[in-house]
Structures are given as C-alpha cells and as structure tokens.
C-alpha cells in the first residue's frame, strides 16, 4: 500500500520561504514520477511542480517558475518542495502525489497520477 505523507507547511509572510517535504512508502519510490499540487479555497486542484522518476526533467506550473524548486532524493523515498518568495495568492492545501505507472513521461498531467498525500496547509499573510 502506497503511503504518502507531506510535512513543512504552515504560515510565512509573503516574501518568505517554506519547504515542503513527501516521505513515501509502500513500493519503489525511485521508479515513479512525483508531483505537487495544490488547492485553494473555491478552486479546482492545480499542478504546482513535478519531477521524473530520475530527477532528470521537471515541470513547472507558470505561477510558481523561478520561486519554487522540486527535487527528490531517491535514497531517502522523498520529495521536496522549496518555495521562496512566496506571495499570498500560493496560500491553498499542497497535496504530493505519486504516478500511477512507472518511468512516466507526462509528468505535468494530474490523470497520470494515483496516490496522493493528506496535504499540508501553506498560508501566506501579506
């Protein structure tokens, strides 16, 4: 059984830095790519960034490019999410997920993905 569990979220002034970290379990993390989403009130869930099960290629959601960074360290089964120069419109729930398929290439499509983390809250006060 596939588990994900998201910690390093909370409340920063906008300007500040979090890092969202994603500890999974339950099969072999090195083999599936990871994404990070995020949902704000009222609106639908949006892709925030993902990472090849390598490391190799990321996507990045056009809001977040150049403020936020991916990375994952497959001997440790985890993903992070480094988020600098936050704004108030980043507050929303960020949710990891997990590919249904490994080595998936279309790592920026949510239907691609299965297993999905309980979220961890990111609130940005101005």
């Known amino acids: 059984q596939v588990q994900l569990v998201e910690s390093g979220g909370g409340l920063v002034q906008a300007g500040g830095s979090l890092r969202l970290s994603c500890a999974a379990s339950g099969r072999t993390f090195s083999s599936y790519a990871m994404g990070w989403f995020r949902q704000a009130p009222g609106k639908e869930r949006e892709v925030v960034a993902a990472?090849?099960?390598?490391?190799?290629?990321?996507y990045y959601a056009g809001s977040v490019k150049g403020r936020f960074t991916i990375s994952r360290d497959n001997a440790k089964n985890t993903v992070y999410l480094q988020m600098n120069s936050l704004k108030p419109e980043d507050t929303a729930v960020y949710y990891c997920?997990?590919?249904?398929?490994?080595?998936?290439?279309?790592?920026?499509?949510?239907?691609?993905?299965?297993?999905w983390g309980q979220g961890t809250q990111v609130t940005v006060s101005s």
């Open positions: 997920a997990s590919a249904k398929r490994p080595y998936s290439g279309r790592i920026f499509d949510m239907k691609e993905y299965e297993y």
């Open positions: 990472i090849n099960w390598s490391g190799e290629y990321t």
